[in-house]
């Protein structure tokens, strides 16, 4: 069993800057891949970034480039570093994890924090 607890969300002004943190109970946190999702009101759960438990990263093409999603295996944590925010970044914001490697499919997840809000104001 895995817990998930993200922490960093809250209202930022356009052209911002947020970090998200999700911290992971368990002792085998580094063996496995992490995610970033998110979802709008009214819109599915949308892929945002994943880290593979050697670092390997795939990133959605929406924020490539403004988004950075890295992990500390010492600290059980994964970040998701948010730069130059829009307001269509608004969202919850949801952690993951699964065994295995990269994926952009949430239905492939096994575990999931209870999500951090992240308002972006024009």
């Known amino acids: 069993q895995v817990q998930l607890v993200e922490s960093g969300g809250g209202l930022v002004q356009a052209g911002g800057s947020l970090r998200l943190s999700c911290a992971a109970s368990?002792?085998?946190?580094?063996?496995?891949?992490m995610g970033w999702f998110r979802q709008a009101p009214g819109k599915e759960r949308e892929f945002v970034a994943t880290?593979?438990?050697?670092?390997?990263?795939y990133t959605a093409d929406s924020v490539k480039g403004r988004f950075t999603i890295s992990r500390d295996n010492a600290k059980n944590t994964v970040y998701l570093q948010m730069n130059s925010l829009k307001p269509e970044d608004t969202a919850i914001y949801y952690c993951?994890?699964?065994?295995?490697?990269?994926?952009?499919?949430?239905?492939?997840?096994?575990?999931w924090g209870q999500g951090t809000q992240v308002t972006v104001s024009s």
């Open positions: 993951s994890s699964r065994r295995g490697g990269l994926s952009s499919a949430y239905a492939n997840y096994d575990y």
């Open positions: 368990g002792r085998t946190f580094s063996s496995y891949t």
């Open positions: 880290i593979s438990w050697s670092g390997g990263i």
